[in-house]
């Protein structure tokens, strides 16, 4: 690949826009707002100049809704050897371009893709070129797609950095209903609890309303977008989350009659969710993707400083500790926090030791 055309420049395009230069591609920008599209030039991610010719690549990065309108008006100019589009929804946007009337033949130089990334933020702003890095990539090839494109595509997952996942359309799209579009509803109707309470309770506000929480700062009319696209195997899940709701909630009223029979009976309920939501959680993938690891939490008292956390890091290094995963948890009202370091088993004992000699108030 020596040329492509990004066709939208938000964070996705923007993003493979700025991999792509940084690896000597020649990447042409467009965008339905040209203001957008001179934001990511400035930001080193092409030029907004029209191509003389067609490219090597062309990467559709609109929404959902207008990916196969966009697709077809470029393949139909022949602006490209391959396309591509990098929506969240595979299916519906693969059938739409299918009833455009265009040729098989091209139609054979498109694939459909999906990187497995993104940010709170949008925008060229919020692009970064190592966005995808580690990331799943999905692409949904056909049996009729050309060999040469599925080349090309995978050579942008490479220049991303990404990790290339080949599925079906359809069912990548109930996939990304259960572990993308359903949490992001999800989250938005926990933080939603939280638009109209008391300051006091939301004062208290910890670690674990912030994980449930931080994907509902999200910009609506992106999800509204990604949503109307999918809409049906996001609406069975929320139908099978539902029932779970009435279950739980029928159970925790059971805790508070006085029969000790029904109060059993509720407990079990509860119990039974809660078991359930550990079998589901010890499925997601751990570090790297392989199956996931039981680290031990190492917690360590830090003032709101700086450099406070590069010390801790150079002092586990020195101490010969790899840091497998790191949270922090700040204080209410105080310039205080609580980091907590996830380490193998057998090295807590070593880190604990080594970051008590050099002064570091660990928590029990």
Request: charged share 25%; net charge negative; with cysteine.
């Amino acid at each position: 690949m020596r040329t492509a055309l990004v066709i939208g420049t938000g964070l996705i395009g923007t993003s493979a826009a700025l991999a792509l230069t940084r690896r000597g591609v020649v990447v042409h920008l467009s965008d339905h707002d040209p203001g957008q599209a001179r934001t990511a030039a400035a930001l080193g991610a092409g030029t907004d100049e029209a191509p003389d010719g067609p490219v090597d690549l062309a990467i559709v990065a609109a929404p959902p809704a207008h990916v196969a309108t966009v697709l077809a008006d470029v393949m139909r100019r022949g602006a490209a050897r391959g396309y591509l589009d990098v929506a969240s929804i595979k299916g519906g946007p693969r059938r739409e371009l299918e009833a455009q009337g265009l040729d098989e033949a091209v139609l054979a130089r498109y694939i459909g893709t999906h990187p497995m990334s993104g940010r709170e933020k949008s925008g060229p702003l919020a692009a970064t070129e190592d966005l995808f890095e580690g990331r799943p990539w999905v692409l949904t090839p056909t049996r009729d797609t050309d060999t040469e494109v599925l080349n090309l595509a995978l050579e942008l997952v490479s220049h991303c950095r990404a990790v290339p996942v080949v599925m079906d359309a359809d069912a990548h799209d109930r996939a990304v209903a259960l572990v993308s579009h359903m949490p992001q509803l999800l989250s938005s109707m926990v933080a939603a609890r939280l638009e109209h309470a008391e300051e006091a309770a939301v004062r208290l506000c910890g670690q674990g309303i912030r994980d449930v929480t931080r994907i509902a700062a999200s910009e609506p009319g992106m999800w509204i977008d990604i949503l109307s696209a999918n809409p049906g195997p996001v609406a069975d899940l929320l139908a099978d989350v539902s029932t779970d709701l009435d279950e739980t909630v029928r159970a925790l009223r059971a805790l508070e009659s006085s029969d000790e029979t029904k109060r059993r009976a509720g407990s079990a309920g509860v119990e039974d969710v809660l078991r359930r939501g550990n079998a589901g959680q010890v499925r997601v993938p751990g570090k790297h993707g392989s199956a996931p690891r039981v680290y031990e939490t190492v917690a360590v008292l830090i003032d709101d400083q700086p450099g406070q956390l590069a010390r801790i890091f150079a002092d586990a290094g020195r101490a010969g500790v790899n840091i497998e995963d790191v949270r922090i948890e700040h204080a209410t009202g105080q310039q205080a926090g609580l980091v907590q370091l996830m380490v193998e088993p057998k090295a807590a004992p070593l880190l604990t030791a080594a970051l008590r000699e050099r002064g570091w108030a660990i928590r029990q």
